[in-house]
């Protein structure tokens, strides 16, 4: 006697269908485009997963650099006193500070101006 495995294909069909959730036309009703679909979708995910660090950081150095040159400082130079100045403060929270708290961010220059490190 053959072993049909149709239990194990509406097991598989059933996931891929339910990860198609919230598709459109055919790629949320059939097997075949919805697999399509959501293999596409996964593989962008992870994809843009990884972009996503790269263009915070970027956002963060951008946000950075404009407050330090409102200061009067490059953002290059900053950083490199910051590292000698042994402030162990990353780009998330300077950014966040420059962009929410310009008083502070002010503070931690101006502190490094008159510990003569910029």
């Known amino acids: 006697m053959r072993v049909k495995g149709g239990i194990q294909t509406k097991k598989t069909h059933k996931k891929f269908l339910k990860m198609a959730k919230g598709y459109r036309a055919g790629r949320r009703v059939l097997y075949r485009s919805a697999k399509g679909g959501v293999e596409r979708g996964l593989k962008f995910a992870f994809r843009d997963r990884k972009a996503r660090k790269r263009e915070m950081r970027a ?55 008159a510990g003569s490190l910029l």
Do not use: C, Q
Request: glycine share 10%; no cysteine; charged share 25%.
């Open 59 to 113: 956002l963060w150095i951008t946000r950075i650099g404009a407050a330090a040159k409102e200061l009067g400082v490059s953002y290059s130079r900053l950083m490199d006193a910051l590292k000698k100045g042994d402030i162990g403060l990353n780009r998330k929270v300077l950014s966040n500070m420059a962009a929410e708290d310009p008083g502070s961010f002010k503070g931690i220059v101006e502190h490094l101006k």
